[in-house]
């Protein structure tokens, strides 16, 4: 279908036309001829890549300024909603307003209301959902992408739900990488559904094992025995790879043992270009090592690296600048990162307990992102049989159907949350109500009967009676009580809303960072450091070194909880470190994490002792532990001790040069407010644009004589360090 023939506004087809797009995909012309347009539910079942994101943005922009309202995007990650809000910016031009929200689980968010298309992760919109901003109401699509993550175990639900409230209120665009079950989905959402295994790009699917190439039409390539040939033969074509493992250790030794190989083959602008890239980037232990991997042209990506590095990792590579990633396998179900090549070394994983298949849905996704559109005719994928058959995996990979999709809106934990939050936030109020609603989700559709989830569901409303979340009146209607409905609000599992009222009386006796981040570090909301064997009696140590201040005894060993306890431990010791100010580096290096380890339990932390407060509050709070409580919050956020909390609170002063500053005799925002520029540029990592910032913060103007002999200062000083004179 050419899109001159789009029964849509002629500003739509402007913009797309724009793009350098004329004709459609034949899986988006068939989507958009199946209802949606007129507003007929669609689930959209079809490989990446191949346009789905287009399609929504028809439909989207199509629906705004057909009825107006708004239109709500929701994606599984952080850096999804980034990737997206940046693509639908484009159609600000026709006075389309886009937003994106992603952090914050506290929060009514009333300033969306001014948005009409609003991309946000599930959590963030599920979160909304139970603040019940008044812009909800104008809501009237809603597009879930990667939508087969209802299957997923501990996010699933979230998904399930929030579709579940919006189904018969909004339109759904449901948009799915190819799964065993779409018919299902598609039955559930009384959608339409389109379903393709049409690519932009041809894909070539093979198994490679001992140096044959087996490909899945029956042909065979011979190549010397080790699979890292692929990778270097791909490179020689001027073209790129990514190498998918199962561990985040082995993408780092692939990475480096490929780059030794690859370093050979980059000219000397790609060399040029790669030190540039070097450059910009942090140092601490994991980075090093990238760094070195980087000077051969070759990267990895995992969990354990910052945001910014993987962003800066993602660009390098879609630029070419990177030649190849040695990759867990988030990267897959991250931001678009085509390749020509595609190699998957591991399809088992470690889980929990032992080795497992990695599913065949995630294969496929691997898979799925070899052949860059516009550059290659065909992109291949090569899954690597080291003591595998390489029969079997042709058979369950290549020739195989992916997996059903389950629901798993049983999943205790993620189903009590979400049975409260219908209690006090979705009006729900007596148990019939609570059945009824049960019955329109994709569990019910799924499984035909709901007796067991009855079942739990009853459990559910019993402990939260009895924990005080809510009560029953006479005539059985559900009362939701304060306590319950901050919970739900606050978006935090009720067992760990259980587990801080019941400290609270210790807390108050005795607040302590250590007592306080060991209690948030056994909530189940935290993701907790795992104490490994050989450090299980250090820590034990450091327990009953730390015993008086802890709310919670010490288990014996023989308990269940022990391991789960010293990992408590473990964790609430590294935040420890962190409000003491040990450097970042010291921390990764003494606990054996990387820097993304880190900043998520930070990340969670930080939430978690918010929530902690405002729970708190609800309890007669005394003033000053609550003032304590809340300095030690900031002392979590900028990892400080608590001297430094007035400087940390101004522009683009971290940690870091806090402690300069302070260590300097700058103590006060007032004392470097009457500093002279001169003697605030001599501290250590204080530049001419910070200082402009904190000037600009106080509202002094500084004097453009003062601003350039600054910058001659900031120079002056530069040459003296060791780098510029070996420079
Ligand atoms: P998906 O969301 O399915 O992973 P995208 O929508 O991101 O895929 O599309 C991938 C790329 O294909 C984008 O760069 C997009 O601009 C381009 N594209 C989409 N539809 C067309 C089309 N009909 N013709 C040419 N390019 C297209």
Do not use: C
Not at 268 to 294: C, G, M, V
Request: hydrophobic letters at 40%.
């Amino acid at each position: 279908m050419k899109v001159e023939e789009l029964p849509v506004d002629e500003r739509i087809k402007r913009v797309i036309r724009e793009r350098g797009i004329k004709e459609l995909y034949p899986p988006q012309a068939e989507a958009l001829k199946s209802g949606v347009l007129e507003g007929k539910n669609l689930v959209l079942a079809i490989p990446t890549a191949s346009g789905k994101t287009l399609v929504s943005e028809i439909v989207m922009v199509n629906k705004l300024l057909r009825e107006g309202g708004k239109a709500v995007y929701l994606v599984p990650l952080k850096a999804l909603a980034e990737e997206k809000y940046r693509e639908f910016k484009e159609w600000e031009s026709l006075g389309i307003r886009v937003a994106a929200t992603t952090g914050d689980y506290d929060s009514t968010d009333e300033w969306l209301g001014r948005y009409d298309i609003i991309v946000a992760t599930a959590e963030k919109f599920d979160s909304l959902l139970r603040h019940s901003p008044k812009w909800v109401r104008d809501v009237k699509l809603v597009v879930a992408d990667e939508v087969h993550l209802i299957g997923s175990y501990d996010r699933g639900a979230t998904l399930e739900m929030i579709l579940s409230h919006m189904l018969g209120k909004a339109q759904i665009l449901a948009l799915s990488a190819t799964v065993g079950n779409a018919e299902e989905l598609a039955e559930w959402l009384d959608a339409a559904l389109v379903m393709s295994d049409w690519r932009p790009v041809e894909l070539r699917k093979g198994v490679f094992h001992l140096g044959q190439l087996f490909w899945e039409d029956g042909k065979i390539d011979r190549y010397p025995e080790n699979w890292a040939f692929l990778v270097i033969d791909a490179v020689k074509r001027g073209k790129g790879a990514l190498v998918f493992v199962n561990t985040r250790r082995s993408a780092e030794k692939e990475a480096l043992s490929l780059s030794s190989k690859v370093s050979k083959l980059l000219t000397k602008p790609e060399a040029r270009q790669l030190e540039e890239l070097i450059s910009s980037i942090e140092d601490n232990p994991t980075t090093e090592k990238l760094k070195r991997a980087l000077k051969g042209g070759v990267a990895f990506h995992h969990a354990g690296l910052s945001r910014a590095e993987r962003t800066l990792i993602e660009d390098a590579f879609r630029a070419g600048a990177i030649k190849v990633i040695a990759a867990t396998p988030t990267l897959a179900a991250g931001v678009n990162t085509p390749a020509f090549r595609v190699i998957i070394r591991d399809t088992k994983r470690y889980a929990g307990f032992g080795w497992t298949d990695i599913p065949v849905l995630e294969i496929q996704q691997m898979m799925g992102r070899a052949g860059r559109p516009k550059y290659d005719r065909v992109g291949e994928a090569i899954i690597v049989a080291r003591t595998e058959d390489p029969k079997k995996l042709m058979e369950r990979y290549i020739h195989g159907k992916p997996e059903k999709l389950f629901s798993m809106l049983a999943n205790e934990q993620a189903f009590r949350s979400q049975v409260l939050a219908l209690i006090t936030n979705f009006g729900i109020g007596n148990f019939r109500e609570l059945v009824d609603f049960l019955g329109k989700t994709f569990y019910a559709h799924q499984k035909g009967d709901i007796a067991a989830l009855e079942y739990k569901a009853r459990n559910v409303v019993y402990f939260l009676i009895e924990n005080e979340f809510i009560d029953m009146d006479t005539s059985d209607r559900f009362m939701a009580l304060p306590f319950g409905k901050r919970t739900s609000q606050l978006y935090i599992d009720p067992v760990t809303a259980k587990k801080f009222r019941d400290a609270f009386p210790q807390l108050e006796e005795n607040p302590n960072p250590f007592g306080i981040f060991q209690l948030i570090a056994s909530t189940p909301d935290m993701a907790t450091l795992t104490a490994r064997k050989r450090e299980l009696e250090d820590y034990l140590d450091l327990a009953y070194e730390f015993e008086e201040r802890l709310y919670t005894n010490i288990p014996y060993y023989e308990d269940s909880r022990f391991q789960g306890f010293l990992s408590q431990v473990k964790t609430a010791k590294v935040l420890l470190d962190w409000i003491n100010e040990v450097p970042e580096a010291r921390i990764y290096e003494t606990y054996n994490i990387d820097p993304g380890d880190l900043y998520r339990i930070l990340e969670l932390a930080d939430w978690l002792m918010y929530a902690l407060i405002e729970l708190y509050k609800l309890f007669e709070p005394k003033e000053e532990v609550l003032q304590y409580l809340r300095d030690l919050h900031l002392r979590l956020r900028h990892g400080v001790r608590e001297e430094l909390l007035e400087l940390v609170k101004l522009p683009n002063i971290g940690r870091k040069r806090a402690r300069a500053l302070y260590n300097a005799g700058f103590t006060t925002p007032d004392a470097i407010m009457r500093a002279k520029v001169r003697d605030l540029l001599e501290v250590e990592g204080i530049g001419i644009k910070v200082v402009e910032g904190l000037f600009k913060h106080f509202g002094v103007e500084m004097p453009g004589k003062v601003k350039e002999a600054g910058k001659k200062a900031e120079k002056a000083r530069k040459r003296g360090t060791l780098d510029e004179f070996l420079k």
